[in-house]
């Protein structure tokens, strides 16, 4: 029983690290790929209270838990004093938490250190995967829409963003920068050089997968987020990094114009135009001033629920924390800080309080998502969402 019982919860892990490879094949699947991550997230928290239902009486005092309650119970009174179409407000509670029960069920069966460094391998893995995928199809110069780069300021230069198999350049950058700081996790951690040599190659297959994305955002988050992780415990490596980083944008060029676009004039006039997304985050922001307390509810301004009911009719909000601010108000946004950001402060207080590197680059992954979805809308993505929940619900269960 001991050893099914381990199978399947490995099985569990291993679905949720590998989730943009299963997905791709299961959307090919006539009718399944429409719920099987539904299905996923449902037997693996049945199974979860299943086996772990003595710790139930424990959810009750975890601040993740409480402030995801706390977050709930603003987006219900939004809904209500709002009084709009059930559907919306429904299609956007379910994307915000339903992959929050993968953090609930990771608490539950409570893994074992063998397990939980068998899901981060498997992340590792996976990641690596997607970076090597995306570096082929940048060589191959696999047609991109056109809309991925600035016509005017970069298209004779980006011919091809890569995107791997979860269909967008963004939504690859976020795959990539919550495996990259575990597998550097990894290049510390071992002792035996050849083990370490491995996993610096696998670092660098997914940094190179994630520089091809293009990803401003991507960037932003996985560079931000190591050099915060590496300031903390070798100032030298931090330094070096930002050197690495200036080097490389000076002496390859389609980097250097892919920043510097982001100052040009032409750029910001744009962005500011109607549609473009400066004039996306002002008027979101208006919407969350207009509506002080419960925003103008969940479902309704930014988010895929409101262009899907006709709510909002310009593209995603490209900013989670303004689409959240717009939709839930004041109360809103502060709740959903908390209920988003506690994993990372608890691997933060861990790591300062046991020194164990574990804890600062899983708390580093968490950090770059958190950066990221400043500029792009990363919470409607399930692949990325269950992943992060799970890495957050470490800082719980994690005992290294």
Known sequence: MEKINSLLRKTFLFLIAFYPWINYVFKKVP????????????TFFLFSVFVGYKR???????PSVLFAILFASV?????????????????QFRLLFEPFFVFIAVFLINPNKDEIHFYLKSLVFSSVLLGLHGIYQYVKKVPTPAQWVDKDLERTSIYTRAFSVVGSPNVLAGYLELGLPVAFYYVFEHKDYIKKALYLVASFSILGGLLLTFSRGGWLGAFGSLFTAFATFSPIIAISLVFLGFFAIYIIPVLRLRIISLVDPSYIQKSLDSGGRLFRWKYGLVNGFEHPLFGSGLGTFGSSAGQKYGYFSYTSMDSVYVNVFAETGFLGIISFVLFISYGFANFVYKFFSEKKL????????????????????LFDVWGITLNFWFISALSEVLND
């Open 56 to 62: 139930i009486k424990d959810l009750v005092i975890l």
């Open 358 to 377: 574990i804890y600062l680059f899983l708390g580093t992954s968490i950090l770059a998502i958190l950066i990221h979805i400043f500029v792009e809308n």
């Open 75 to 91: 987006s219900i009174l939004g809904f209500v004093f709002n009084n709009y179409l059930f559907l919306a407000f429904q299609h």
């Open 31 to 42: 009718k399944l790929g429409s719920f099987w991550d539904d299905l996923l997230i449902l």
